[in-house]
Every structure is written in structure tokens, then in C-alpha cells.
């Protein structure tokens, strides 16, 4: 079975503070994303990252910034957290092989910015 | 602009019925269709899939119906239980680019005992 891990489920951080969120998957996918998902708004793509040391813009992307050093992790950074950023954050990662079109997503992190 | 829509912010349903959840989608060029089911405070999870050289996809208790021209599909869930009480997005997918989903804003059902 796919494992995507974030490693924190639940954080509270002030505002202006560094925010770190990691994301760990077992299967050497080459893609891998973060979305975050908000009550009536669904899924919005935040960066997705093709590769290595690869990443793209997704649909919000302003606020966050992305690190791909490893196949198996993917780490989603808000510079200076705001309380906009309260959200569940979702990671995902996908291989590029057969079944590339079904993306296994992770537990989700919920951050709430104080 | 929404790509995808589920018009339904949420559905209830009796136990035992039917569940028909419904999604739209406006881009021509999508031609794979996913449905991931969500219970709160986890992550979604695949349930089930539908190509676009096909109309009808089952698996269980599960149907995805595709209309092409249309551009609707739905999932059905038959015979719905407490335990599909979830949030269902949908997403759609054009194969041969970027393969990066679009998702709808999910309908949240609660099947009633």
C-alpha cells in the first residue's frame, strides 16, 4: 500500500512565525503535491513538484514556498505564517508509471495561525 | 473559474437508499474522472474511477456514470450506509499533460439510520 506521511497532524503557530510542514512517501513517486483544503472551497493546489529538486506553481501559491531535496520528501514552508493560513493542509504524491492518473494523498495537517 | 462543479454542497439520504452525488465539468479535454471520499480530520482517500472511452465503471456498491456530452458524471452508492457518510469530490483529469487533477468543491452526504 501507497504510505504518505505528514509528519504533524496538528500545530498552532503565531503569526509571522516560520512554519515547516513534512511530508514523507514510501512508494518513489515522482510527483508529489500540497493542497489545502477549506470548508466550501475543496481541494486548491498550493506547488506540486514533478521531481527532484522540481516544482511548480499551483493555483495559490502566494505565501508558500516549496523544498524538494529527496525523491521521498516534499516540505511546504510558510515564511511568515498569517491566520488566513488556518487550513487542513494536504500532501499527495503520484508515480508517473502505470496508474498515474490516481493520486495517494496523506492525513492532512491542520494548522490553526494565532 | 471552476473547472469542475458539484452543485451540491450536501446531500442526506436514508439508509439503504440510493446516493446519487453529481459533478459538472466545462473543459472538453479532460478524459479521466476520479472520486475520493474524505471523513473529517483525515486525508481523502481513491474510491473509484471512470475513462472517458467509457460510460459506466462499478466496483461494489460504487457506480460512476459518465456522460460525455453532457460533460456530467455521477456516482452512485447503492445501497448507501451510515459508514458513507463523507465528503465525495470529484476531479478531473486531462491524460497526456500535466496529469494534475482539478477537484470540485465535494458534496458532504450524511446517510440516516
Known amino acids: 500500500d501507497v504510505k504518505v506521511t505528514q509528519s504533524s497532524r496538528y500545530l498552532v503557530k503565531r503569526t509571522g512565525e516560520k512554519v515547516f510542514l513534512e511530508c514523507v512517501q514510501d512508494?518513489?513517486?515522482?510527483?508529489m503535491f500540497w493542497y489545502r483544503q477549506d470548508p466550501g472551497l475543496g481541494l486548491r493546489l498550493i506547488y506540486f513538484?514533478?521531481?527532484?529538486?522540481?516544482?511548480e506553481k499551483g493555483d495559490i501559491p502566494e505565501g508558500y514556498s516549496v523544498s524538494r531535496e529527496k525523491k521521498e520528501r516534499f516540505s511546504l514552508i510558510l515564511e511568515s505564517a498569517s491566520t488566513n493560513q488556518t487550513s487542513m493542509y494536504l500532501c499527495a504524491s503520484r508515480s508517473l508509471g502505470q496508474g498515474r492518473n490516481t493520486i495517494y494523498f496523506g492525513e492532512g495537517s491542520w494548522l490553526t495561525v494565532v | 473559474d471552476q473547472q469542475v462543479k458539484q452543485n451540491s454542497p450536501s446531500l442526506s439520504v436514508q439508509e439503504g437508499r440510493i446516493s446519487i452525488l453529481n459533478c459538472d465539468y466545462t473543459n472538453s479535454m479532460f478524459d479521466y474522472f476520479l472520486w475520493y471520499k474524505k471523513y473529517p480530520a483525515e486525508g481523502p482517500t481513491f474510491l473509484i474511477s471512470i475513462s472517458s472511452i467509457k460510460d459506466k465503471n462499478e466496483d461494489g456498491r460504487f457506480t460512476v456514470f459518465l456522460n460525455k456530452s453532457a460533460k456530467h458524471l455521477s456516482l452512485h452508492i447503492v445501497p448507501s450506509q451510515p459508514g458513507d457518510s463523507a465528503v465525495y469530490f470529484c476531479?478531473?483529469?486531462?491524460?497526456?499533460?500535466?496529469?494534475?487533477?482539478?477537484f470540485g468543491r465535494g458534496t458532504s452526504l450524511i446517510v440516516h439510520p
Open positions: 513538484s514533478y521531481d527532484v529538486k522540481m516544482k
Open positions: 512508494m518513489d513517486h515522482e510527483n
Open positions: 476531479a478531473a483529469i486531462v491524460s497526456g499533460g500535466s496529469y494534475i487533477p482539478t
